[in-house]
């Protein structure tokens, strides 16, 4: 093969270079090598970093030219050249290549060989990912069950258990579990996210995304706000859930909001505009309408709230209004 390759550099060096990669990853394969010397054999070869992601798998690497591993948070450029390893391009290996340029005979043959061997490797040691199975899931997220049967269930979801995770609470009850890395997909529904942590710390993670849940919205005019809500984004303001039983009397401001909506369709969505932006031309601008128009909708909200909307304390008022208002209906 060495002798192959120094003749077809003589005639056409990137012919002979794709043969060199060829017996490279084959050389690999051959000892059974794992994912991130396959990772970094194409970093290496294509002097860019790679970055392999099977979202499915929950698998997530990436190794830099000189051969160093180092994650980022930055999430794959549609730009870079990539493999995909499986239908749909749920899990792929790129090349960080900024030149805009088509990809080289080298890089293609380099994603080709270097991707073939990443499925034998997934194959053999993950096997296909059971990221939906709901007992193992309620195992991972149980504070109650074993150490040991908590670790095993996180393996056989295909969860790292030396990585962090997230769990995730869907509107339609049935939790999930995901890599805690930019790439894992969320469920596109109202969401609530809990923080990242060790794979045996996961029930607490799971009881904070279930209270992120719950500050959730539809994201309709007459439910606006965030559909996803990150637990470790909440801070102070997640004590509220505490005091906010979903289907317990509402606080006065609360009812004050409810009897106003359910005569003015517009206040909703005007007064989440008011409490979510910089500054009352903002506001205007994100519920289009002219910055005067805006003026005479406070002036009627107002009327109908009893209390200012225009002052620091009553925005203040009327962002914990609006909050408890997603409390009390979750």
Same mark, same amino acid.
């Given at each position: &093969?060495?002798?192959?390759?120094?003749?077809?550099?003589? *005639?056409?060096?990137?012919?002979?270079?794709?043969?060199?990669?060829?017996?490279?990853?084959?050389? *690999?394969a051959?000892?059974?090598?794992?994912?991130?010397?396959?990772?970094?054999? %194409?970093?290496?070869?294509?002097?860019?970093?790679?970055?392999?992601?099977?979202?499915? !798998?929950?698998?997530?690497?990436?190794?830099?030219?000189?051969?160093?591993?180092?994650?980022?948070?930055?999430?794959?450029?549609?730009?870079?050249?990539?493999?995909?390893?499986?239908?749909?391009?749920?899990?792929?290996?790129?090349?960080?290549?900024?030149?805009?340029?088509?990809?080289?005979?080298? /890089?293609?043959?380099?994603?080709?060989?270097?991707?073939? %061997?990443?499925?034998?490797? #997934?194959?053999?040691?993950?096997g296909?990912?059971?990221?939906?199975?709901? %007992?193992?899931?309620?195992?991972?997220?149980?504070?109650?069950?074993?150490?040991?049967?908590?670790?095993?269930?996180?393996?056989?979801?295909?969860?790292?258990p030396?990585?962090?995770?997230?769990?995730?609470?869907?509107?339609?009850?049935?939790?999930?579990?995901?890599?805690?890395?930019?790439?894992?997909?969320?469920?596109?529904?109202?969401?609530g996210v809990?923080?990242?942590?060790?794979?045996?710390? #996961?029930?607490?993670?799971?009881?904070?995304?279930?209270?992120?849940?719950?500050?959730?919205?539809?994201?309709?005019?007459?439910?606006?706000?965030?559909?996803?809500?990150y637990? /470790?984004?909440?801070?102070?303001?997640?004590?509220?859930?505490?005091?906010?039983?979903p289907?317990?009397?509402?606080?006065?401001?609360?009812?004050?909001?409810?009897?106003?909506?359910?005569?003015?369709?517009?206040?909703?969505?005007?007064?989440?505009?008011?409490?979510?932006?910089?500054?009352l031309?903002?506001?205007?601008?994100?519920?289009?309408?002219?910055?005067?128009? *805006?003026?005479?909708? #406070?002036?009627?909200?107002?009327?109908?709230?009893?209390?200012?909307?225009?002052?620091?304390?009553?925005?203040? !008022?009327?962002?914990?209004?609006?909050? &408890?208002?997603?409390?009390?209906?979750?």
């Amino acid at each position: &093969m060495k002798e192959l390759a120094g003749r077809l550099t003589e *005639l056409d060096p990137d012919a002979g270079a794709a043969v060199q990669v060829i017996a490279y990853f084959d050389r *690999l394969a051959e000892s059974r090598a794992g994912l991130e010397a396959l990772v970094r054999g %194409a970093a290496v070869l294509a002097g860019v970093p790679a970055r392999l992601v099977d979202a499915d !798998r929950r698998v997530h690497v990436r190794v830099e030219a000189d051969g160093t591993r180092r994650e980022t948070d930055r999430p794959p450029d549609a730009a870079w050249p990539s493999a995909a390893l499986a239908p749909g391009g749920a899990a792929a290996l790129w090349l960080e290549r900024a030149e805009a340029a088509p990809p080289s005979v080298v /890089d293609a043959v380099i994603l080709e060989r270097a991707a073939g %061997a990443v499925r034998l490797v #997934l194959d053999r040691t993950r096997g296909r990912a059971r990221s939906d199975d709901p %007992a193992l899931i309620e195992t991972a997220l149980d504070a109650s069950a074993p150490e040991p049967a908590r670790l095993h269930a996180v393996r056989k979801l295909g969860l790292d258990p030396a990585a962090p995770a997230r769990a995730l609470a869907p509107r339609d009850g049935r939790p999930r579990i995901v890599a805690a890395h930019p790439e894992a997909r969320l469920p596109a529904d109202r969401l609530g996210v809990g923080p990242a942590v060790p794979v045996l710390d #996961l029930p607490l993670s799971w009881a904070a995304a279930r209270t992120a849940l719950r500050f959730t919205a539809d994201g309709t005019a007459q439910d606006p706000g965030p559909r996803v809500v990150y637990a /470790d984004e909440l801070g102070g303001i997640a004590l509220l859930a505490d005091l906010v039983a979903p289907g317990a009397e509402p606080p006065p401001d609360v009812r004050a909001l409810e009897a106003a909506a359910a005569t003015t369709p517009w206040l909703p969505a005007t007064l989440h505009a008011v409490a979510a932006t910089a500054s009352l031309r903002a506001a205007a601008v994100e519920i289009n309408v002219h910055h005067s128009t *805006l003026q005479d909708r #406070l002036t009627h909200a107002e009327h109908l709230l009893g209390w200012p909307l225009r002052t620091p304390q009553g925005r203040l !008022r009327l962002q914990l209004a609006l909050t &408890m208002r997603h409390l009390a209906r979750s």
